[in-house]
T-cell receptor
Framework: GAVVSQHPSWVICKSGTSVKIECRSLDFQATTMFWYRQFPKQSLMLMATSNEGSKATYEQGVEKDKFLINHASLTLSTLTVTSAHPEDSSFYIC?????????????FGQGTRLTVV | AQTVTQSQPEMSVQEAETVTLSCTYDTSESDYYLFWYKQPPSRQMILVIRQEAYKQQNATENRFSVNFQKAAKSFSLKISDSQLGDAAMYFCAYKSSGTYKYIFGTGTRLKVLA
């Protein structure tokens, strides 16, 4: 199956600094990427949807100035957590698909555990 | 708005036995996709099985099968001949035909007992 690589797998940063998480589709062109946040023992909550070359669409309640998403190419999307605070500590997961059609499958990265100290 | 409900936070099954995980959803859409994803301790989400709402036949993938009841808005996952490697968190997910977004349930943690 298609492979989505997320980097880094885990990161610890100091409060107030910014952290960038990369999501790459290794063997297919991802026109659409999704970013999720998963709290411990909870479900995946969609943060935003990004289409290559377009601005990301954020879900209600997600601060777009805090969670910057860039989808500059068909194989790479990045999520930057700006001025991170301890409450931003979480597990972040990306998924990528070849489109937004109902039948298109989304493939998930392995996730990034962010800890802000 | 669509919702997905998994009422079983945790389930246990003996190795080689069969277990069924429940999922119900609410929607006003007539076409959509339903999925079961497995999240093992590695946290990598793995697609187990998927079902298109317009298909009446229940999807099957080896030891995994679903019981899709569209009128009842129910989508349960049956795992036959359970194996230790099946132990994981299982998420039921709905894909909207309107927004193409995935909506996940809260998950069911499956324990497989040797």
């Amino acid at each position: 199956g298609a492979v989505v690589s997320q980097h880094p797998s885990w990161v610890i940063c100091k409060s107030g600094t910014s952290v960038k998480i990369e999501c790459r589709s290794l063997d297919f062109q991802a026109t659409t990427m999704f970013w999720y946040r998963q709290f411990p023992k909870q479900s995946l909550m969609l943060m935003a949807t990004s289409n290559e070359g377009s601005k990301a669409t954020y879900e209600q309640g997600v601060e777009k100035d805090k969670f910057l998403i860039n989808h500059a190419s068909l194989t790479l999307s990045t999520l930057t957590v700006t001025s991170a605070h301890p409450e931003d500590s979480s597990f972040y997961i990306c998924s990528a698909s070849t489109g937004t059609g109902l039948g298109t499958e989304a493939f998930f990265g392995q996730g990034t555990r962010l800890t802000v100290v | 708005a669509q919702t997905v409900t998994q009422s079983q936070p945790e389930m246990s099954v003996q190795e080689a036995e069969t277990v069924t995980l429940s999922c119900t959803y609410d929607t006003s859409e007539s076409d959509y996709y339903l999925f079961w994803y497995k999240q093992p301790p590695s946290r990598q989400m793995i697609l187990v099985i998927r079902q298109e709402a317009y298909k009446q036949q229940n999807a099957t993938e080896n030891r995994f099968s679903v019981n899709f009841q569209k009128a009842a808005k129910s989508f349960s996952l049956k795992i036959s001949d359970s194996q230790l490697g099946d132990a994981a968190m299982y998420f039921c997910a709905y894909k909207s035909s309107g927004t193409y977004k995935y909506i996940f349930g809260t998950g069911t943690r499956l324990k497989v007992l040797a």
